[in-house]
C-alpha cells in the first residue's frame, strides 16, 4: 500500500520569500509522484511531476520539486514566492498504473 | 476544450433528500473518477470508471451513494437520502490510458446538507 504525508497543513510566508513545502511518501515499489495545485474554489491542477529521469522536476509558476529515493521524499520549493501563489497544494503517489493517492493539503499562505 | 465541466457548482438541500451530481469529462478520456473532498478526510476517491465501467467503487461511503455513467460523456454521482455528514466538495476529473496519472479535474459541486 502507498501512503502521502505532507508534513505541514499550513505554510505562512512573505511575499519574495522562499518556499518549500513538504512531502514524503512510503511505498515499497517504484513510483510516480505529483504535486497539484487548488486554488481557492476551483479543481485541482497538475504542478509538476516525476515519472523517470532527472530528479529535478520544473513545472509551472516557478515551482519545482526534487525527487530524493534514499528519503521518500518529494519536497516542493519556489525560491520566491507572490500573493497569487496561495493555494492548496497537494502531493500524490501513484504505482504503474495505479491511481493517485493524495496527501493531506499543505495551505500555503503568502502575505505582503 | 472546455475541461471538466460539473453540475450544480453548489447545492444546498435538506436530509433525507436526493441529491444528484453530474459531470462530463473532457471529450476523448476513458476514465473518470469521482472525489469528495472535506476538511476532516481530506481528498478522497469514491469510485473511478473505464470506458463506463464502474472499476472500482471501494471508496463509496455507502449504500446510500450510487454512480453511474451511462455514456462516455455523462456521469452521476447520486445520495439517497442524504445526510448532513454529506456535506463536502464533490469533484469529478478525467484522463487517459496514457496519461492515467494526470488527472484534469473539474471546479467541483460543494453539497451542504442541512
Known amino acids: 500500500a502507498q501512503s502521502v504525508t505532507q508534513l505541514d497543513s499550513q505554510v505562512p510566508v512573505f511575499e519574495e520569500a522562499p518556499v518549500e513545502l513538504r512531502c514524503n511518501y512510503s511505498s515499497s515499489v517504484s513510483v510516480y509522484l505529483f504535486w497539484y495545485v487548488q486554488y481557492p474554489n476551483q479543481g485541482l491542477q497538475l504542478l509538476l511531476k516525476y515519472l523517470s529521469g532527472s530528479t529535478l522536476v520544473k513545472g509551472i509558476n516557478g515551482f519545482e520539486a526534487e525527487f530524493n529515493k534514499s528519503q521518500t521524499s518529494f519536497h516542493l520549493r519556489k525560491p520566491s514566492v507572490h500573493i497569487s501563489d496561495t493555494a492548496e497544494y497537494f502531493c500524490a503517489v501513484s504505482h504503474a498504473g495505479n491511481m493517485l493517492t493524495f496527501g493531506g493539503g499543505t495551505r500555503l499562505m503568502v502575505k505582503p | 476544450d472546455a475541461g471538466v465541466i460539473q453540475s450544480p457548482r453548489h447545492e444546498v438541500t435538506e436530509m433525507g433528500q436526493e441529491v444528484t451530481l453530474r459531470c462530463k469529462p473532457i471529450?476523448?478520456?476513458?476514465?473518470l473518477f469521482w472525489y469528495r473532498q472535506t476538511m476532516m478526510r481530506g481528498l478522497e476517491l469514491l469510485i473511478y470508471f473505464n470506458n463506463n465501467v464502474p472499476i472500482d467503487d471501494s471508496g463509496m461511503p455507502e449504500d446510500r451513494f450510487s454512480a453511474k455513467m451511462p455514456n462516455a460523456s455523462f456521469s452521476t454521482l447520486k445520495i439517497q437520502p442524504s445526510e448532513p455528514r454529506d456535506s463536502a466538495v464533490y469533484f469529478c476529473?478525467?484522463?487517459?490510458?496514457?496519461?492515467?496519472?494526470?488527472?484534469?479535474f473539474g471546479p467541483g459541486t460543494r453539497l451542504t446538507v442541512t
Open positions: 476529473a478525467s484522463t487517459t490510458t496514457t496519461g492515467l496519472h494526470e488527472q484534469y
Open positions: 471529450s476523448g478520456h476513458d476514465y
